[in-house]
């Protein structure tokens, strides 16, 4: 059953209709930074500024973060809004859940930088921390719905190349699939009081720019999932990406990789960022923590 505090947001965001894919880019960024504004990082967490491999990224440490241990994290935003200042509460979150520094990636972003630009930022971040890290089984890789997508797809990419994997990666409500063919892309489309089929499909346009959207480093849903390391996918009963985290487990599994899927009954997309709000949101955080924590030295 959901939660009251968890309701009362679905019933804010269902009153205030969702993300409108006619509304002005520059505008969509500064209304998702100014919703999540209020979640404030924690003044016992530190926060570095560095540009590995020439990409903008904020070192994020709990107290308790090991510094053997990383967690690379790649924000959400359809690959057209969101970065650091959308997700750095979330990663610091994430850092006291896992025990580890959170490597929080402000990959380029579509119009301006269309794909695979986001993917090339990505890569470079994965393959970096894998050649600083101390061992193979000290370092995992994150995201959310477009980071999502960028988790698998980056994976692919070092795993094509005979390079060094993460142990673990997690995908929270994973956009993988922009074709946007999902059946609940419509069956829940009426439960989703944030994404739509429109506005994906918007974000998408301006994402791939002509290009094809089955293409595997796109749609990572597409390709052989053959070799990933273990996988946790989390994923919400409301909403309309539903259906990518299901098929993206299926895949994965059906390619002999070990792949978790929780469901979280009643849950709306990146419920995760609630945990201030939503018990829901911390009981996610803790699953992924154990997950995260089992593969981790």
């Not at 409301?238 to 059906?254: I, K, M, N, P, T």
Request: glycine share 8%.
């Amino acid at each position: 059953m959901t939660s009251p505090e968890l309701q009362l947001i679905v019933d804010l965001l269902r009153a205030g209709g969702g993300l409108a894919p006619e509304l002005p880019i520059g505008e969509q960024r500064t209304q998702y930074e100014q919703a999540l504004a209020a979640y404030a990082v924690p003044a016992d967490v530190s926060i570095e500024s560095v540009a590995p491999a020439g990409v903008p990224c904020e070192w994020i440490a709990a107290p308790g973060a090991a510094g053997d241990r990383s967690l690379l994290y790649l924000h959400g935003g359809a690959y057209v809004i969101g970065g650091m200042a959308t997700h750095r509460e979330l990663a610091a979150r994430l850092s006291k859940a896992t025990a580890s520094r959170v490597l929080l990636v402000g990959y380029r972003l579509a119009p301006e930088d269309p794909f695979p630009a986001a993917v090339e930022d990505a890569v470079a971040l994965a393959r970096w921390l894998a050649s600083e890290a101390p061992s193979r089984r000290s370092f995992a890789i994150a995201g959310d719905s477009a980071g999502g997508g960028l988790v698998v797809s980056s994976l692919l990419a070092l795993r094509d190349a005979g390079e060094q994997l993460p142990a673990a990666a997690v995908c929270l409500s994973p956009w993988v699939d922009l074709t946007n063919s999902g059946a609940s892309q419509e069956e829940r489309a009426k439960d989703d009081p944030v994404l739509s089929r429109a506005w994906l499909d918007k974000m998408a346009e301006l994402y791939l720019r002509g290009a094809d959207p089955r293409e595997p480093s796109a749609s990572p849903l597409f390709a052989d999932l053959a070799g990933l390391p273990p996988l946790l996918v989390q994923v919400g009963t409301q909403e309309v990406l539903y259906d990518d985290a299901v098929r993206l487990c299926e895949r994965a599994s059906a390619a002999g990789v070990e792949c978790e899927l929780q469901v979280f009954e009643g849950c709306i997309h990146l419920w995760q960022q609630l945990a201030a709000l939503s018990p829901e949101a911390a009981s996610a955080l803790s699953g992924i923590g154990e997950f995260v924590g089992s593969h981790l030295e």
